[in-house]
């Protein structure tokens, strides 16, 4: 496994500079990456329109989704776009039970799956981290700041063992109580533009990685 954490000593860097070196990294990319997520996946686009726009990426980010859910759409919204990797970033709607209470192991088994059936089709995985947060606005009380490391110990181990890219978001973008930072967030759970900003560099590292594997 190749996990990239980033440095927060590196995070005074400006938004502008930010995008210059994402940019310069993706030069070495130059395949089609899908993005498979929720609404952090989606709004990615409008608050950094330019990383989007300069890459060879199609985000599939749909708004408000669980991991059963994107595990239904996954043939066809990934394998029969027949990229050379995909991105999963999975898991925050699940601890919020949008669709109702799903038990840590089998959000992590629903993300497992999409990345096996990802590998039978000669896609390469990378696996990202579930954003910290300490609270849901539209579903308060359920302590996504205790769950969301389970989850990502889950996912960092299954990454591990399958010697696959792991972008570990959480270590660099959680407060000292697990939550989101306030300064890369705008609801506690969805990032704003710094947030994506801290976010691409780990990413983009780990797509050139791949063509090391």
Not at 23 to 40: C, R, T
Not at 59 to 83: C, H, Y
Not at 136 to 154: C, D, I, S, T
Request: charged share 20%; glycine share 6%.
């Amino acid at each position: 496994m190749v996990s990239c954490n980033g440095n927060r000593k590196n995070e005074k860097t400006s938004n502008a500079e930010s995008e210059d070196a994402a940019l310069i990294l993706a030069d070495e990319i130059g395949y089609k990456v899908v993005f498979m997520g929720n609404s952090i996946t989606k709004s990615w686009p409008r608050f950094r329109p330019k990383f989007f726009k300069s890459n060879p990426f199609i985000n599939k980010g749909i708004g408000g989704e669980t991991t059963s859910q994107m595990l239904a759409r996954f043939q066809r919204d990934v394998i029969d776009l027949k990229p050379r990797a995909v991105v999963i970033m999975a898991g925050i709607n699940d601890i919020a039970e949008n669709t109702g209470l799903i038990p840590i192991p089998k959000v992590a088994q629903n993300i497992f799956t999409m990345a096996e059936m990802a590998k039978a089709h000669d896609i390469q995985v990378v696996l990202c981290s579930t954003l910290p947060a300490h609270d849901f606005p539209w579903r308060p009380g359920l302590n996504p700041e205790q769950k969301v490391p389970k989850l990502n110990a889950l996912i960092e181990k299954y990454a591990q063992e399958n010697n696959l890219i792991y972008i570990n978001y959480f270590a660099v973008m959680a407060d000292n109580e697990n939550g989101l930072r306030n300064e890369l967030g705008y609801d506690g759970v969805h990032p704003n533009a710094a947030g994506y900003a801290v976010m691409e560099p780990l990413l983009l590292q780990g797509l050139t990685l791949l063509q090391k594997k």
